[in-house]
């Protein structure tokens, strides 16, 4: 008991004291994570608003696609990643592999549906009379589109908070893509996978701390985005 209260305070001592190690994994962990969520939501957002607005052959099945692919294993997202990156591989060419770049393909690739998945439900799910009206007073396609994006901006930005949850917990398919490389390609989750292997639970701890405190910032917004877009 001793032991585990005394990891705590030296938990604590390394994030009141900005210890120089935890910053730059933090760091990188919000650039990686960012980077993939920025990636996902301006291909996601408009994929959505397609998906939701247009009729074209196979829109179900892309819709299904996407909802299926919600659930995608990150182990498996990070093989696919490491198979295309591979010096052996279409995409080898690039020298990406165990870089910071091949991480915010994988997390991409596992935000992706998210975002296209919960934006199009919040644009679906806008009153149908918002797209009649704003056609009726001459409002191009385009116009129209945007409107009901507008509509469904609390949903849309949802879709975008929990996709971000998503990437800032993930470890399998980052730890495959980018080696768990000190200093380089090391982040919060695969430090506190191998520190607690090697036994030095402070800075594990420190970071368990930090994460958990960011998941509750992600889930506090998220909940005043649904509650706002509820009393609209």
Same mark, same amino acid.
């Given at each position: 008991?001793?032991? !585990?209260? %005394?990891?705590?305070?030296? #938990?604590?001592?390394?994030?009141?004291?900005?210890?120089?190690?935890?910053? $730059?994994?933090?760091?990188?962990?919000?650039?990686?994570?960012?980077?993939?969520?920025?990636?996902?939501?301006?291909?996601?957002?408009?994929?959505? #608003?397609?998906?939701?607005?247009?009729?074209?052959? @196979?829109?179900?099945?892309?819709?299904?696609?996407?909802?299926?692919?919600?659930?995608?294993?990150?182990?498996?997202?990070?093989?696919?990643?490491?198979?295309?990156?591979?010096?052996?591989?279409?995409?080898?060419?690039?020298?990406? /592999?165990? =870089?910071?770049?091949?991480?915010?393909?994988?997390?991409?690739?596992? @935000?992706?549906?998210?975002?296209?998945?919960?934006?199009?439900?919040?644009?679906?799910?806008?009153?149908? !009379?918002?797209?009649?009206?704003?056609? =009726?007073?001459?409002?191009?396609?385009?116009?129209?589109?945007?409107?009901?994006?507008? %509509? @469904?901006?609390?949903?849309?930005?949802?879709?975008?908070?929990? #996709?971000?949850?998503?990437?800032?917990?993930?470890?399998?398919?980052?730890?495959?893509?980018?080696?768990?490389? @000190?200093?380089? =390609?090391?982040?919060?989750?695969?430090?506190?996978? /191998? %520190? =607690?292997?090697?036994?030095?639970?402070?800075? #594990?701890?420190?970071?368990?701390?930090?994460?958990?405190?960011?998941?509750?910032? !992600?889930?506090?917004?998220?909940?005043?985005?649904?509650?706002? $877009?509820?009393?609209?």
């Amino acid at each position: 008991m001793d032991s !585990i209260i %005394e990891g705590f305070k030296k #938990a604590f001592i390394l994030i009141f004291n900005l210890n120089t190690e935890l910053l $730059g994994i933090i760091f990188l962990s919000l650039k990686v994570s960012g980077s993939a969520l920025l990636v996902s939501a301006v291909i996601g957002i408009p994929l959505s #608003a397609i998906l939701g607005l247009k009729k074209f052959p @196979a829109k179900g099945f892309v819709i299904s696609l996407m909802n299926t692919f919600m659930g995608l294993p990150p182990v498996v997202v990070g093989l696919f990643v490491y198979i295309l990156l591979s010096r052996s591989g279409p995409l080898g060419f690039m020298g990406l /592999l165990y =870089t910071p770049s091949a991480m915010v393909i994988a997390q991409t690739i596992l @935000a992706l549906p998210i975002v296209v998945s919960l934006c199009h439900s919040a644009i679906v799910g806008v009153d149908p !009379i918002i797209k009649q009206a704003s056609m =009726t007073l001459g409002a191009t396609p385009f116009q129209t589109t945007i409107t009901i994006i507008k %509509e @469904a901006r609390y949903g849309i930005m949802s879709g975008v908070i929990a #996709a971000f949850g998503r990437v800032m917990a993930e470890v399998g398919a980052i730890l495959i893509v980018g080696g768990n490389i @000190a200093g380089y =390609t090391r982040v919060v989750t695969t430090t506190i996978a /191998l %520190e =607690t292997d090697k036994g030095n639970f402070e800075l #594990a701890l420190a970071l368990g701390i930090i994460l958990l405190t960011i998941s509750l910032l !992600i889930n506090v917004v998220l909940h005043f985005i649904q509650k706002k $877009g509820m009393v609209k």
